[in-house]
C-alpha cells in the first residue's frame, strides 16, 4: 500500500512535457540527477515516478505540480467515471483505466463531453421540479448544485487556480500605500474610505441591522458595519468595499474574460474577486507566503499575525499558486453541522463532487464535537490518492444570549507528498502512515462494507441476501 499511494504512472505527461521544453532523455535526466535509462522507463509507464521525483521535476523546470503531475487529468477523470456512472445513461461497466485513457488521449473531449452532460442533468432537474414538487433533501441538493451562476463561477476559479496575479499585485501595492497612511489597517482603511471617498464608516447595533453584517448606502455616503463582526471580519469588510470602489475596473476586466451571460454569474463572480482581493491586502502574497513556510503553514499562528479569522487565512492559503513563487496547493472546504457542503475549492488532486455532503469518515464532521480543536488525519479516496488534513470549527459572528454564531468547520489539506512541511504533521510518521479510506460522498462512494455508508452507490446494482444482515443494509455487486 505505502508503495502505491506514493507513486504514480505519468509516463506519456512527462514525455510531453520533455518534448514542449525541447531537451532529449539524457538532458533530463543530467538535471535531475537520474539515469537516462529511467527517464525511458518512465515515459513509457515501465517505472513509475516517485512523489519526491516529481517534486523535483516541479522545482527544476518551474512548473505547478499540478500540470506536471496530471492533477487536473486526475480532476477530470473523477468527473468523467461520475458522468458514466449515472445509471440513467446505461453506459455499461466501463472501467476506470478506459476513461484514463480517454483522458490522456484526448482531454478536450472528454471536457466537452462532462459540460454536455452538465447541461442535461440542468435541463433534466429543471423539467422535473416543475412537474414534481421538491419533497427531499437530495432534490433540493441537486437543483441548488445545478444553478448555472453558482456553478459557472466556480468553474472560473477552478481555471485559474484560484490564483489572478494582477488582483494580488494591485493588492500588495495597496496594502504598502495603506501603511504608510497608519500602521493598523482597520484606521487605514478609514482614513482612505473618508479622505478619497468621502465616506463615513459606522459600527451599528444588532437591532438596526439585524440581518445584515456590512450595508454601503451611496445615498448617505457611509459603510455601516455590525456589531457582531470581530475585528477582522470588520477589516475585512472594508478592505472588500476599496476592492469594489478603486479596482472595480480591474475586477470587471477578469470577469469580461471569463464570458458571464447571466447577472447572476456576474454579480457573483464579482463579490468574489472582491472577497480575493480584501484577502490578497489583509495578507500581502510574499510577506504571507513567507510567514507560512516559517511557520510550517501554521493557520493559528497566521491569523495572529496578519490580524485574520482562522477561515480567511486557511483560504488565503489555497491562493499561493504565483509559478515563481508557489506555496502548498491546498484544497479547502467548509461545513455545517448538516454536513452540507457551503464553500470548496481544490488546488491539487482532491476531488469534490458536485452534490452531496462529505464522507463521514472524514474527521472534519467530528469537529463539532469539539469546538476550536484542530484535528488532524491522513485520508485515501477511492483511487488510492492519499491526502494530509486538518479541520476545526468556527463562527463566523459571536452572537448573543439567545442567538449564538452558527457552527461552522473548515477542511485545509495536501497531497501526503507535501505533509512533511506542516507543523501539523510533526505527530504523525508519513513513512509508515494508514490512512484512512474515505470516499466523495456515499452517491459515488463504492467501498463495500462500510458501516458508515447511507445511501447506496448510483453505479453499482443491489444485492439482497434475506438469510445475512451485513454491516451496511447496501450491498452491491463488484466489477
Avoid at 448544485?145 to 453558482?150: H, K, L, P, T
Avoid at 494580488?168 to 478609514?190: G, K, N, Q, V
Avoid at 477561515?311 to 467548509?334: M, N, S, Y
Avoid at 510518521?429 to 447506496?456: D, F, M
Wanted: hydrophobic share 40%; with cysteine; proline share 4%.
Amino acid at each position: 500500500m505505502a508503495e502505491r499511494k506514493e507513486k504514480t504512472l505519468i509516463g506519456p505527461r512527462i514525455r510531453r512535457l520533455r518534448r514542449t521544453l525541447g531537451i532529449t532523455q539524457a538532458q533530463m535526466a543530467e538535471d535531475l540527477g537520474v539515469s537516462a535509462s529511467y527517464i525511458n522507463l518512465i515515459e513509457g509507464n515501465q517505472r513509475p515516478i516517485s512523489a519526491n521525483l516529481l517534486l523535483t521535476l516541479a522545482r527544476v523546470y518551474d512548473f505547478d505540480i499540478s500540470d506536471v503531475g496530471g492533477m487536473g487529468d486526475a480532476r477530470l477523470v473523477s468527473e468523467l467515471m461520475e458522468v458514466i456512472r449515472d445509471p440513467v445513461l446505461e453506459a455499461g461497466q466501463v472501467g476506470k483505466n478506459d476513461v484514463e485513457d480517454i483522458v490522456n488521449a484526448s482531454p478536450d473531449i472528454a471536457r466537452a463531453f462532462v459540460h454536455l452532460y452538465d447541461k442535461y442533468r440542468e435541463l433534466a432537474l429543471r423539467t422535473y421540479s416543475d412537474n414534481n414538487p421538491l419533497t427531499d433533501r437530495e432534490k433540493v441538493e441537486l437543483l441548488e448544485e445545478s444553478a448555472r451562476s453558482v456553478e459557472s463561477v466556480r468553474q472560473m476559479l477552478q481555471d485559474y487556480r484560484n490564483y489572478f496575479p494582477e488582483l494580488d499585485e494591485a493588492a500588495e501595492a495597496f496594502s504598502a500605500e495603506l501603511s504608510t497612511i497608519h500602521e493598523d489597517p482597520y484606521a487605514a482603511m478609514i482614513q482612505q474610505l473618508k479622505g478619497q471617498h468621502g465616506l463615513r464608516v459606522r459600527v451599528v447595533p444588532y437591532d438596526i441591522m439585524p440581518n445584515t453584517l456590512r450595508y454601503y448606502d451611496r445615498h448617505k455616503r457611509g459603510i455601516d458595519l455590525s456589531e457582531l463582526l470581530p475585528q477582522s471580519g470588520r477589516r475585512f469588510q472594508l478592505a472588500f468595499q476599496l476592492g469594489m470602489l478603486e479596482f472595480g475596473e480591474l475586477i470587471d476586466s477578469y470577469v469580461m474574460k471569463a464570458g458571464f451571460t447571466d447577472r447572476d454569474a456576474i454579480g457573483l463572480a464579482r463579490v468574489s474577486l472582491a472577497n480575493y482581493f480584501a484577502a490578497a491586502v489583509l495578507m500581502p502574497y510574499h510577506s504571507f507566503l513567507r510567514e507560512a513556510e516559517k511557520t510550517k503553514y501554521d493557520v493559528q499562528l497566521l491569523s495572529h499575525r496578519f490580524n485574520t479569522s482562522f477561515e480567511q487565512t486557511a483560504h488565503r492559503l489555497t491562493t499561493l499558486q504565483k509559478p515563481d513563487a508557489r506555496g502548498i496547493p491546498f484544497f479547502f472546504v467548509r461545513i455545517d453541522t448538516a454536513g452540507n457542503v457551503s464553500k470548496r475549492f481544490s488546488a491539487g488532486r482532491f476531488h469534490f463532487s458536485k452534490f452531496g455532503g462529505a464522507c463521514p469518515l472524514w474527521n472534519i464532521h467530528e469537529c463539532f464535537e469539539s469546538p476550536g480543536r484542530i484535528r488532524t488525519q491522513i485520508i485515501q479516496m477511492p483511487d488510492d490518492t492519499t491526502y494530509f488534513s486538518i479541520a476545526r470549527t468556527i463562527t463566523r459572528t459571536d452572537g448573543f444570549y439567545d442567538k449564538p454564531g452558527p457552527k461552522l468547520a473548515i477542511g485545509l489539506g495536501c497531497d501526503i507528498a507535501y505533509a512533511k512541511r506542516l507543523v501539523y504533521a510533526a505527530d504523525h510518521n508519513l513513512e509508515k502512515a494508514e490512512p484512512t479510506p474515505i470516499g466523495v460522498n456515499c452517491y459515488l462512494c463504492e467501498r463495500q462494507n462500510c458501516a458508515s455508508r447511507a445511501h447506496a452507490p448510483l453505479s453499482r446494482k443491489l444485492v439482497f441476501d434475506e438469510r445475512a444482515r451485513g454491516i451496511s443494509l447496501y450491498r452491491f455487486q463488484d466489477d
